[in-house]
Antibody, heavy 122, light 107 residues
Framework: EVQLLESGGGLVQPGGSLRLSCAASGFTFSTYGMSWVRQAPGKGLEWVSGISSRGDTTYYADSVKGRVTLSRDNSKNTLYLQMNSLKGDDTAVYYC???????????????WGQGTTVTVSS | SYALTQPPSVSVVPGQTARITCGGNNIGSKGVHWYQQKPGQAPVLVVYDDRDRPSGIPERFSGSNSGNTATLTISRVEAGDEADYYCQVWDSSSLELFGGGTKLTVL
């Protein structure tokens, strides 16, 4: 079964850091691009970041650029999102999603995890 | 930056056809993907590349894209189709972009 399992969310103070992880199983992780999409409470979907299958191309939304680093370890079938200088606006459920192809640009996301919740509050 | 516009809500009677639009400047030149999200659940891809359906998605779900409007059409609507629907495109300036979402209510 194709599966994505996010972890690493939690309560963090403003200015703090978190590293989210997404463990993939049931497919050849190294051949697909991956993305993070978040959803603030009661709001719509917001794309955060994407990475190509080999990890050589990354993209970031303007709202997180400079504060977030996306990486992947294909030997461990795991995607990571390092988030620094967190703000209240970063409070959301963070979903990991698989691209239908090796790149993320313009490609649909056909598999989603159940999400991990990040709460930024003092 | 590029912007996508969806109606906040669409209502339909069971058995009828629901049409959810996604507006954007010359969106017909872009590939549009559609997602369904039910409360408390992760999004599910229902249409990709304007009109293709992933395996397991009923034929009742179809898509089109031309000019400044992309449309998700749900035929013979069922109570289980009630959900939020989001369109998604890639734009060179905005990168990956989602529409604001449309809440489909089945009356």
């Amino acid at each position: 079964e194709v599966q994505l399992l996010e972890s690493g969310g939690g309560l963090v103070q403003p200015g703090g850091s978190l590293r989210l992880s997404c463990a993939a199983s049931g497919f050849t992780f190294s051949t697909y691009g991956m993305s993070w999409v978040r959803q603030a409470p009661g709001k719509g979907l917001e794309w955060v970041s994407g990475i190509s299958s080999r990890g050589d191309t990354t993209y970031y939304a303007d709202s997180v650029k400079g504060r977030v680093t996306l990486s992947r370890d294909n030997s461990k079938n795991t995607l990571y999102l390092q988030m620094n200088s967190l703000k209240g606006d970063d409070t959301a459920v963070y979903y990991c999603a698989k691209s239908v192809g090796a790149v993320v640009a313009g490609r649909a996301m056909d598999v989603w995890g159940q999400g991990t919740t990040v709460t930024v509050s003092s | 930056s590029y912007a996508l516009t969806q109606p906040p809500s669409v209502s339909v009677v069971p058995g009828q056809t629901a049409r959810i639009t996604c507006g954007g400047n010359n969106i017909g030149s872009k590939g549009v993907h559609w997602y369904q999200q039910k409360p408390g659940q992760a999004p599910v891809l229902v249409v990709y590349d304007d009109r293709d359906r992933p395996s397991g998605i009923p034929e009742r779900f179809s898509g089109s894209n031309s000019g400044n409007t992309a449309t998700l059409t749900i035929s013979r609507v069922e109570a289980g189709d009630e959900a939020d629907y989001y369109c998604q495109v890639w734009d060179s300036s905005s990168l990956e972009l989602f529409g604001g979402g449309t809440k489909l209510t089945v009356l």
